[in-house]
């Protein structure tokens, strides 16, 4: 069992339950973070009594700092200060962040000897291949927080042998625009498809949702966390998320993770497995939802997802090329310059970008994230 925990991003949806959770679990608190939510952040700092507090926007740190100064947290700034505060050796962190900004915090975390549970999906997306080696060298836990990874995590569990695996079952919502066709979705604002119907999550991962490159990035996560090849991982859309994700077994066992959709299931999980412990979340009622419905999802209209498995295929750096463009493209389209339709095209043209470099680090992936983002905001 943990007894201290980092939170990269506390001020984000994940971070916030995370901390939920945390407090009923008792856990000490050594370090926050948080991009730029100061607000939020003194009051948890006020409430947990982290030993540092990091925040990346210098400016606001540095008025943070002031309004703090009664308290005995040490407050750092900007993208080292968050760096410094993964690297301060805790029994687990906790990454919360949105994007690749999350990937080197991911290394410096793991560097220091910590295990992690991992909610930013796009470190593995971006950086699996340098994360996963990082992480066997050092002896480290991944621990999936993503409630489609933390279900086939949990479905795993008691699994003899990988080669006993058929395939793994990604199940999603559909997100808001579930049964419309791509010319009935050109023009959608960012308002409608910042409703999604069953999760409430942060911005991007909410626009991610709608476009379905949410669920492209978690094919590539699953390729990385459980080191399965691309062909062996199914998307099946079940509109109701109860069942997250299920296993299918060579015997054609199929095993599922069931449970109200709650992220702090999957955050618990990943801070006390192997254990567990009661829960607030709401007990799930089966025969209330009553009906648990599931099909293939429409690749012609959400166009993502192919491209997702088609960078995986392409190898290189072409997972963290489409992450980039996407990561672009979802800003621009929440700033409204650029159409919902858009957002597909602009991550497939990063396909044609030359990405081939099998032997890459992580300044090469910094690298290839600016300028894929600089062309597709230029390209628009
Ligand atoms: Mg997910």
Redesign the pocket.
């Known amino acids: 069992m943990i007894e201290t925990l980092t939170i990269l991003g506390s001020t984000g949806s994940i971070g916030v339950q995370a901390l939920d959770v945390a407090k009923l679990m008792g856990l000490d608190i050594l370090a926050l973070t948080s991009n730029v939510r100061t607000d939020i952040l003194e009051n948890q700092i006020r409430e947990f009594h982290p030993k540092y507090a990091a925040v990346a926007d210098v400016a606001k740190a540095a008025e943070l700092k002031i309004k703090v100064a009664d308290t005995d947290t040490e407050i750092l700034a900007g993208g080292e200060g968050v760096l410094e505060c993964a690297g301060l050796k805790a029994d687990c962190v906790l990454n919360s962040l949105v994007g690749i900004a999350g990937l080197a915090p991911t290394l410096a975390a793991i560097e220091a000897g910590n295990n992690i549970a991992l909610a930013n999906k796009e470190t593995m997306v971006a950086g699996g291949v340098l994360v996963n080696r990082l992480a066997k060298e050092k002896n480290i836990s991944i621990l999936p927080v993503?409630?489609?990874h933390s279900a086939i995590f949990q479905s795993l569990q008691g699994c003899a042998d990988k080669k006993q695996v058929k395939k793994l079952i990604l199940t999603a919502s559909g997100g808001p625009f579930f049964g419309k066709k791509a010319h009935e979705l050109e023009n959608v604002t960012a308002e409608q498809a910042l409703k999604h119907p069953n999760w409430s999550m942060g911005a991007k991962i909410t626009i991610d949702s709608a476009t379905m490159m949410?669920k492209g990035l978690?094919i590539i996560e699953a390729v990385r966390l459980f080191d399965m090849p691309e062909d062996k991982i199914e998307v099946l859309v079940h509109r109701q998320s109860i069942v997250h994700s299920m296993v299918e077994y060579t015997d054609n066992s199929v095993i599922a993770q069931l449970g109200v959709p709650d992220m702090r299931i999957p955050i618990q999980y990943a801070l006390t497995y192997p254990d567990r412990f009661v829960s607030p979340v709401k007990e799930l009622d089966l025969a209330e939802a009553a009906t648990l419905t599931f099909s293939k999802p429409d690749n012609e209209t959400f166009r993502c997802m192919d491209y997702c498995r088609e960078a995986l295929r392409k190898g290189g750096l072409y997972t963290a090329a489409v992450n980039a463009a996407n990561e672009k493209a979802n800003e621009l389209f929440r700033h409204g310059r650029i159409k919902f339709g858009d957002i597909a095209k602009c991550v497939e043209r990063a396909l044609s970008f030359p990405a081939d470099n099998e032997n890459y680090n992580l300044d090469d992936i910094l690298e290839l994230d600016r300028e894929i983002r600089m062309r597709t905001e230029a390209d628009i």
């Open positions: 993503d409630s489609e949410n978690e």
